[in-house]
């Protein structure tokens, strides 16, 4: 499930950066206005009314903002794709921070504006819950242990437990070695 999560979670960066790459395109390649007036439902009156220094003001908001979702979308990808893999607490912690803070400021700022992209928002936000939510599963979920005595033969991979001075192991009615050999399901 932790790849599952992974790849949830890296549709969400991809997503956030196809958009971020379109508006700074729509904005400064295009030299267009910034598409916040269009989606806070302007009407051409209301265009028209607004002074140069407000456009620019819009212009210079959405290619600030966008610019860094970009940046945001480049540096989590790699952490997703390496080290939540890796089952990396930390990794998990910080993503759960830095997109959960995005995600939540994405609600705040489209409120001012009627929710006007809120399409845009559901879909971020169910992915990132998604995502983070099968990878916290993997990453914390208690890990299911069969002890084997030593000369057992068995066939699926075998690991360590890793704090084993604590803990009890048996099989049948009598104690056995205090570390053997473990097999881990998942």
């Known amino acids: 499930m932790l790849e599952r999560g992974s790849i949830v979670l890296s549709i969400w960066c991809v997503i956030n950066f196809i958009l971020a790459f379109i508006i700074l395109c729509y904005v400064i390649v295009l030299k267009e206005d910034s598409p916040i007036v269009q989606v806070a439902s302007f009407s051409e009156a209301e265009i028209a009314s607004l002074g140069a220094k407000t456009i620019a003001a819009f212009n210079c908001f959405t290619i600030l903002y966008n610019s860094c979702s970009l940046v945001i979308?480049?540096?989590?990808?790699?952490?997703?794709?390496?080290?939540?893999?890796?089952?990396?607490?930390?990794?998990?912690?910080t993503l759960v921070f830095v997109i959960g803070f995005i995600e939540v400021m994405a609600y705040l700022a489209s409120s001012y504006i009627g929710h006007g992209r809120w399409q845009v928002n559901v879909v971020q936000s169910v992915l990132y819950l998604v995502g983070i939510g099968l990878s916290g599963y993997s990453i914390f979920k208690f890990k299911q242990q069969v002890v084997l005595s030593n000369n057992q033969e068995y066939s699926h991979e075998t690991v360590h437990a890793q704090n084993t001075d604590h803990l009890m192991f048996f099989s049948s009615k009598r104690w056995k070695n205090p570390r053997p050999k473990t097999m881990r399901f998942s």
């Open 73 to 93: 979308s480049v540096l989590t990808w790699p952490l997703i794709r390496k080290n939540l893999v890796a089952g990396e607490k930390p990794t998990f912690w």
